[in-house]
């Protein structure tokens, strides 16, 4: 919490370096991803990647660290033990690349999320093995998102689970 409430406080004051480059996108969601498989292992989720190797994306490094970090953690968060979470990126055109998280988790009400990306709503709740949440680190993701070019868009059915996905330019 303390890390996405500083890290949102320095984007919005315009103190977060912003250094696009071409960057290959596997190594960067394989780190993130990395961060979680400790969380993900005491609840017995398996988190899969499948993204290829040739496909690169024009983002920050740093910024897209975080939103990836970010997007795995509340799918871990909010996954039943034994659930899944799968990373997948694909060429949307000749300019794009959708990356996406997806989860068999708990998924949300639309009143959840309508507010998801509103800082002063109401949106964090209990991880399904009571982890804490304040809603904070998708509001990050959203700003973070926007500043690489892209939308954060949300799908998501309660008991279903969620599907975060944004697009990147390719070049």
């Avoid at 997948?88 to 949300?108: L, P, Q, Y």
């Avoid at 639309?110 to 093995?129: A, Q, V």
């Avoid at 009571?130 to 939308?151: A, P, Q, R, T, Y």
């Amino acid at each position: 919490l303390l890390e996405n409430l500083l890290l949102w406080a320095r984007s919005k004051r315009g103190m977060i370096p912003f250094n696009p480059t071409l960057i290959e996108l596997l190594p960067v969601v394989r780190e993130g991803a990395e961060m979680m498989e400790e969380p993900a292992k005491i609840k017995n989720i398996t988190i899969e990647i499948d993204i290829n190797e040739d496909i690169a994306v024009l983002a920050d490094n740093n910024i897209l660290q975080t939103i990836i970090r970010n997007l795995v953690s509340n799918a871990v968060k909010f996954t039943l033990p034994g659930g899944h979470v799968i990373l997948k990126a694909k060429s949307k055109d000749n300019s794009s690349v959708e990356v996406s998280v997806e989860d068999t988790g708990i998924g949300m009400s639309h009143e959840i999320m309508d507010n998801l990306f509103k800082p002063g709503s109401r949106t964090g709740r209990k991880g399904t093995e009571g982890e804490s949440s304040s809603g904070l680190g998708l509001i990050v993701c959203n700003d973070f998102v926007k500043m690489l070019g892209g939308k954060l868009e949300i799908e998501s059915e309660q008991g279903k689970g969620s599907r975060f996905f944004f697009s990147l330019p390719s070049h």
